[in-house]
């Protein structure tokens, strides 16, 4: 997702480990960059827009931003993708145990 700063890539070259590019790889998967760059992808294809767009009301969407913070978390959890799917179908008719778990799932 994002360029590496000079000094990311001054310590990656420097470093002498050998499992030095196994831990950049977990720490760039570890960044919640990592999430905002993949959820990119989710939200074209389901549509995602903060607006109707091009229209004289062009309503907005003001709580829209919920899913997109979703669809982040979901990627930087590494969610099982079949749970994601399934929550993407169900949405807010799946049963939760408490509304903490909802709220730290769904919103």
């Known amino acids: 997702g994002l360029p590496p700063t000079p000094r990311?890539?001054?310590d990656f070259l420097?470093?002498?480990d050998p499992r030095a590019y196994?831990?950049?790889v977990d720490r760039l998967l570890n960044s919640p960059h990592y999430g905002e760059r993949w959820a990119r992808h989710w939200l074209d294809?389901?549509?995602y827009a903060e607006s109707d767009g091009y229209t004289e009301a062009d309503a907005q969407r003001p709580y829209i931003y919920?899913?997109?913070d979703y669809v982040i978390r979901a990627f930087n959890a590494d969610k099982p993708l079949d749970?994601?799917?399934h929550e993407q179908i169900a949405g807010d008719l799946l049963p939760?145990?408490?509304n903490q778990q909802r709220h730290a799932t769904v919103d």
Do not use: M, P, S
Request: glycine content about 4%; aromatic content about 14%.
């Open 22 to 24: 196994e831990k950049l």
């Open 45 to 47: 294809t389901a549509g």
């Open 83 to 85: 749970r994601f799917i």
């Open 96 to 98: 939760y145990h408490n």
């Open 66 to 68: 919920k899913y997109r």
């Open 8 to 10: 990311e890539v001054t």
């Open 14 to 16: 420097q470093d002498q």
